[in-house]
């Protein structure tokens, strides 16, 4: 492999200096699959970015290279980050949705001279793995923890906590009874459901058990967090007035229409709804939906890839389209814009992304459901980054 990546920086240098102008981005995703709506939105979120603003930096043009990976695999991620660095000569990579991806194609980075700009994985430690990771995505801490304040001020006391066993799922858990506890709240109970689980009946049995007043819950978004919200209805949990708190994943906007009723008046924080009022929402959101064809499926993980966009083409002018991928990751330490969900910048110690968290409410406008904006908690770093 250390042969093979010295030869592809060979001809990569050799490239550079014919004047090649082609910078090639290659984007790892679940493009079919259960999870193939994300990958979509990975693909919407980019050519929103190049609808907006042009293929080209400088004389550089924008080359994506997509490759799928329908579920979770860290050993083929890491087979298609080789892939994607050795076989095709890409200068930048980016999308991974699940956090074992991510993590498993990081130690590929610094030897490619590859930097990696990670639209949706939402671990903490991903940026640990390698100096050469920035993230647009979020993650669970950061939308996880402001929950906490949520339901202290609505006086609930007694918590149950229900997350997917995975990376994410233990850090949103970890954040939000953290966050709890130190606020006077009480976790009666704890639960980590397999990522496979399907049948959630006994889960919200337990849940009816416990005596607690609320349930936080994380679920990667996708089939599982319909099947959830609709097992917490159909068990009788919201009737009963057990509240169903969660981080957005729960909410996507692309199953608000299944979810209709059953989840309305339900509170989730986040980093972005598609309702959110800005002149730059709106044009993100026209974009997006056009080269989709069907506004419902818009969803998260599109602003995650714009905003990667971002910070892609402002790497490619900062090196001249050079492929020197410390200049590229130094040049968007500090980096401030304005993203279709508010004010955002890259922190220079950990290039995770600071940005506002949501709390927003399911409510129907029209004859569609939203993600209503209500409060916002500005300016959220993460609080589970722990330097290394």
Known sequence: MRKLLQATAAIALMATAAGAD??????????SGSAALQGRNFQAGIEAWFALNGKTVGDHEIEIIYRDLPAADPAQSAALTQELVVGEGVQYLAGYYYTPDAMAAAPILEEANVP??????????????????????????????????VARERGINKIITVVSDYGPGTDSETAFIKAF????????????????????SPIMQRIKDSGAEAVFAFLPAGPQTLGFMQSYVENGLKESGVALLAPGDLTQESDLGALGPNAEGMLTTFHYAVSHDSPEN???????????????????????????????????????????????VESVKGLEWVSPRGPVS?????????????????AKEGESWINKEIQTFENQGDPGWVAP
Do not use: C
């Open 282 to 328: 709106k044009a993100f959101v026209e974009a997006a939906t056009g080269w989709l064809g069907n506004a419902n499926e818009l969803s998260f993980p599109a602003v995650g890839a714009f905003d990667g966009m971002h910070v892609i083409a402002h790497m490619i002018e900062a090196t001249g389209g050079e492929q020197d991928a410390a200049a590229a």
């Open 116 to 149: 990696m700009v990670v639209f949706n994985a939402a671990t903490s430690a991903i940026v640990n793995a390698s100096p050469y990771v920035v993230r647009t995505s979020f993650t669970t801490w950061q939308t996880s923890t402001p929950m906490a304040a």
């Open 346 to 362: 890259i922190n220079p110690e950990n290039r995770h992304i600071t940005q506002n968290i949501y709390l927003r409410e399911v």
């Open 22 to 31: 082609t910078i090639k981005v290659g984007v790892v995703g679940p493009f």
């Open 181 to 200: 506890t130190d606020q006077g709240g009480e976790i009666v109970q704890s639960i980590r459901m397999p990522m496979s689980t399907t049948d959630f």
